[in-house]
């Protein structure tokens, strides 16, 4: 099966620069197919965050980025803050499955 | 703004067959795709499937021979269709817009649809 794999968790406190990986193979992230992020808060909907691996949709502050090498890519936030506190999950696209998967997911906790 | 509401029987017993139908607000169909998404309690997101204006759809291989997606382009509504549910189809299932580079930009408030007996 087709997966993108996560850290399970991430922490850190306040202001500090947190990063979350999303591991995938040559089908999806290492063919080249776009990487996009997702946060979501218990009990609501994902809300995108970044898509195309670096772009913000407006209204997302800039300190979430992403990048991409390889088979991997990586969610930043930068000057994390309490808010920030929820699920972030990656996505792209798999060539072997023919659709879209989704990372594992990942807590952010603030300490 | 894009708006999706989603509405769906959300209490079924095994066997049964799910049924979820997702509303476009402020736009349109166009080119993009319209997919579902679930999240069985407690763990991540699963795709589905996708549906285009013009009907073409796409499944997840794990979920193909199950699942069925409409689409009215009438009344800007998009339908899911998941038969001979189980306790592991248990989740709140997400309707949302594909739109370039695959990006899920607008969803659904989401629906709990909960199989047990």
């Known amino acids: 099966q087709s997966v993108l794999t996560q850290p399970p968790s991430v922490s850190g406190v306040p202001g500090q620069r947190v990063t979350i990986s999303c591991t995938g193979s040559n089908s999806n992230i290492g063919a080249a197919y776009d990487v996009h992020w997702y946060q979501q808060f218990p009990g609501t909907a994902p809300k995108l965050l970044i898509y195309g691996t670096n772009s913000r949709p407006s209204g997302v502050p800039d300190r979430f980025s992403g990048s991409k090498s390889g088979t991997s890519a990586t969610l930043a936030i930068t000057g994390l803050q309490a808010e920030d506190e929820a699920d972030y999950y990656c996505q792209s696209y798999d060539s072997r499955l023919g659709g879209y998967i989704f990372g594992t997911g990942t807590q952010v906790t603030v300490l | 703004q894009v708006q999706l509401h989603q509405w769906g029987e959300g209490l079924l017993r095994p066997s049964e067959t799910l049924s979820l139908t997702c509303a476009v607000y402020g736009g349109s169909f166009g080119e993009d795709y319209w997919t579902w998404i679930r999240q069985a309690p407690g763990k991540g997101l699963e795709w589905i499937g996708e549906?285009?204006?013009?009907?073409?759809?796409n499944f997840n291989p794990s979920l193909k021979s199950r699942a069925t997606i409409s689409i009215d382009t009438a009344k800007l509504q998009f339908s899911l269709i998941l038969r001979s549910v189980s306790a592991a189809d248990t989740a709140v299932y997400y309707c949302?817009?594909?739109?370039?580079?695959?990006?899920?930009?607008?969803w659904g408030q989401g629906a709990l649809v909960t199989v047990a007996s």
């Open positions: 949302a817009r594909v739109s370039w580079l695959g990006k899920l930009d607008y």
């Open positions: 549906i285009n204006h013009i009907g073409g759809t």
